[in-house]
């Protein structure tokens, strides 16, 4: 085969009159795709507490325990049974240990675990990274 | 002259993760070395056996960053296997997909590496920058650009549009592009040839006899492709040449991957523009019957094999993994034998070697002659009891 020396060097050259490659981050906004997986969010309302999330977590990160205050019991009914009310639950979500892989919002039968593109999650006081929601 | 023994590693700045290699020299010259593997043992074999088949994907995904699709598809495909599920081949083709993806990134990332070692730091840098457009494809694709969890147990979680399909497209003609020239760079400029050519040498006979496989053996003139040699996915159906080359040393192991660079290209088209209709998953039960299944892949780095033995409940009862580097490194020992103490670290950066894939530990006692097998709580106390021993405490943890 051939040899040519400096076959580099055009290219080079041509790059002088190129921008950057790297981006400005944190000056300039960092673009993600519409598919990035980010910090899962919580709706208590959608809730239904059958743990399905926590079960399936790889990285055990999140806890969904029965919140402090609840409903009242709606009133009976004449000649009805007595309903119960409907349960609340929190949502404690250790962001230090998720692995952002999202199986918990897809296995969630009700879609409580909601999905977003937050990525700049990073905390100097480790104990802002444990999120309860309510 | 008399002899000197010097370790390389476990902490050297030539090498990016901790292994040992004792080197016997005489001179300059390497008479002998030995690698000593378990520097970075993770315990994720045994880890898996306490986890659900569908937490082992998020698990496995992370025993390498590079070959993070290989080593989970490796893994579901077993899965599925024992549970005697069939996959839309739309899945398939999207496993395919995001495999041929991973390849270009995880060579384009190697021809770096190797420029990098040769000291030829322009190309490191361009093919650094365009192997962006490999992860942005990526990212666009499946959401993440490294572990991109697009398997799931029975198929794939996310589909492809025809909008990514043009984009995924665009990026691929613009690396095809810019590959032709780093071919061309990798062959006709006389730098990188003086510096690889003739660098850890290792004859066809010895590639057979040390069971090299991927690149590292196709470069000694080796017909060795999982590929090829037993197909799985789709790779049967789509059209594909198996680059080999007999120069027998680093330079061509340059050529091998960058030529399977332009293979990849040509298989990610005929994947893209193949894409039958149909569904993404197929259902598969939590719990598994009993069975017994290996698969193979061909990783970037050659040969993956994962066994996995189930037992009726939702956890396996037993998972292997053999990465591709473990195959490889008893070739390294040969190729170092004879050749100089400079050209070490090119010598091991010239196998893409992923350390903490192939980390293992088995625990033998000399005095009674036994081998043992620690549980996952007896191996998280021993660690904790360690530790305590050096000062910190990690049992309330």
Not at chain 2, 115 to 141: K, N, P
Not at chain 2, 212 to 240: I, N
Not at chain 2, 287 to 312: F, Q, S
Request: glycine content about 6%; charged content about 25%; overall charge neutral.
């Amino acid at each position: 085969m051939k040899l040519k020396p400096a076959r580099m060097l055009s290219e080079v050259l041509t790059h002088l009159f190129k921008k950057p490659a790297t981006s400005g981050y944190p000056f300039e906004k960092a673009r993600v795709t519409a598919r990035f997986r980010g910090r899962i969010d919580f709706d208590s309302g959608k809730c239904i507490g059958c743990q399905m999330c926590v079960r399936v977590c790889p990285s055990k990160a999140i806890e969904i325990p029965l919140s402090e205050e609840q409903f009242a019991a709606p009133p009976v009914q004449q000649g009805q049974p007595a309903v119960p009310a409907k349960k609340q639950f929190d949502c404690i979500m250790k962001l230090g240990s998720c692995v952002y892989c999202w199986q918990c919002a897809e296995t969630c039968p009700k879609h409580a675990l909601i999905t977003t593109q937050d990525f700049e999650l990073a905390q100097i006081d480790p104990s802002k990274l444990v999120r309860h929601y309510k | 002259m008399s002899k000197i023994t010097i370790p390389l590693g476990p902490q050297h700045p030539a090498l990016k993760e901790p292994e040992n290699f004792m080197l016997v020299l005489e001179g300059e010259q390497i008479e002998n070395a030995t690698i000593n593997l378990g520097y970075n043992h993770r315990g994720m074999e045994k880890a898996a056996e306490e986890r659900t088949f569908i937490q082992n994907m998020y698990l496995l995904e992370r025993v390498c960053g590079i070959c993070s699709h290989s080593h989970t598809t490796c893994y579901v495909t077993n899965v599925e296997e024992a549970a005697k599920a069939e996959v839309p081949e739309r899945a398939l083709a999207i496993r395919v997909l995001v495999g041929e993806l991973e390849r270009v990134h995880s060579h384009l990332l190697w021809l770096g590496v190797a420029a990098y070692e040769i000291g030829f730091e322009t190309l490191f840098m361009y093919t650094w920058r365009d192997r962006e457009q490999v992860l942005d494809c990526l990212e666009l694709l499946s959401g993440n650009r490294v572990h991109y969890s697009i398997n799931t147990i029975g198929g794939v979680r996310r589909d492809i549009t025809p909008e990514q399909k043009n984009e995924v497209l665009k990026r691929i003609n613009f690396l095809e592009e810019r590959t032709k020239y780093y071919i061309k760079v990798a062959t006709e400029e006389p730098t990188v040839r003086a510096r690889a050519a003739n660098v850890g040498k290792l004859p066809y006979e010895v590639a057979l006899e040390r069971g090299a496989v991927g690149p590292t053996a196709r470069a000694s003139g080796v017909k060795r492709d999982v590929r090829k040699d037993a197909p799985y996915l789709l790779y049967d159906k789509l059209d594909f040449n198996l680059i080999t080359h007999d120069s027998c040393d680093v330079f061509g192991r340059v050529v091998v991957r960058a030529l399977e660079l332009m293979e990849s290209y040509k298989l990610i088209k005929q994947v893209l523009n193949y894409l039958p209709e149909g569904p993404l998953t197929v259902k598969v039960p939590p719990r598994i019957a009993p069975a017994e299944v290996v698969n193979l892949y061909e990783a970037p780095r050659g040969e993956d094999i994962h066994y996995l033995k189930t037992n009726g409940t939702d956890k396996p009862e037993r998972l292997k993994v053999r990465a591709p580097t473990l195959a490889n490194l008893q070739s390294v020992t040969y190729m170092l034998e004879g050749g100089w103490l400079a050209d070490v670290p090119l010598v091991i950066a010239a196998i893409d070697p992923c350390m903490s894939c192939t980390d293992r530990a088995m625990v033998y006692d000399r005095k009674t002659d036994k081998t043992q097998v620690y549980d996952w709580e007896d191996l998280r106390r021993l660690g904790i009891e360690a530790y305590k021993r050096k000062g910190v405490d990690f049992s309330k943890f």
